[in-house]
Nanobody, 125 residues
Framework: VQLQASGGGSVQAGGSLRLSCAAS????????MGWFRQAPGKEREFVAG????????YYADAVTGRFTIFRDNAKNTVYLQMNSLKPEDTAVYYC???????????????????WGQGTQVTVSS
């Protein structure tokens, strides 16, 4: 399994970025996906998750109303649309995949089986 995250970059506060995470394999639609982030000197934290069937989404309080997670199963890709970015959103962002037909919590990194490499997001004030 390979997860390839992309779309990071530098943006001013109030701007937008869209992260993408492309997954290998032919059964992408049967796996839940999540985004986490890790700022310098801090632990990695949950950002957003989406169930394998796309019917449920989950967000950290800090990003609710500003970030949107969605998936395109035809492209084996999950996205994180980030609007109204703040300097505190600066971090390395990671995508992760659950086990097949996962039905547990999306908030904890221990519940994810595979991780992609990170993509840097830098928001300047």
């Amino acid at each position: 399994v390979q997860l390839q995250a992309s779309g990071g970059g530098s943006v001013q506060a109030g701007g937008s970025l869209r992260l993408s995470c492309a997954a290998s394999g032919r059964t992408f639609s049967s796996y839940g996906m999540g985004w986490f982030r890790q700022a310098p000197g801090k632990e990695r934290e949950f950002v957003a998750g989406i169930s394998w069937n796309g019917r449920s989404t989950y967000y950290a309080d800090a990003v609710t109303g500003r970030f949107t997670i969605f998936r395109d199963n035809a492209k084996n890709t999950v996205y994180l649309q980030m609007n109204s970015l703040k300097p505190e959103d600066t971090a390395v962002y990671y995508c992760a995949r659950t086990e097949q037909y996962y039905s547990g919590s999306y908030y904890y990194e221990g519940n994810y089986a595979y991780w992609g490499q990170g993509t840097q997001v830098t928001v300047s004030s």
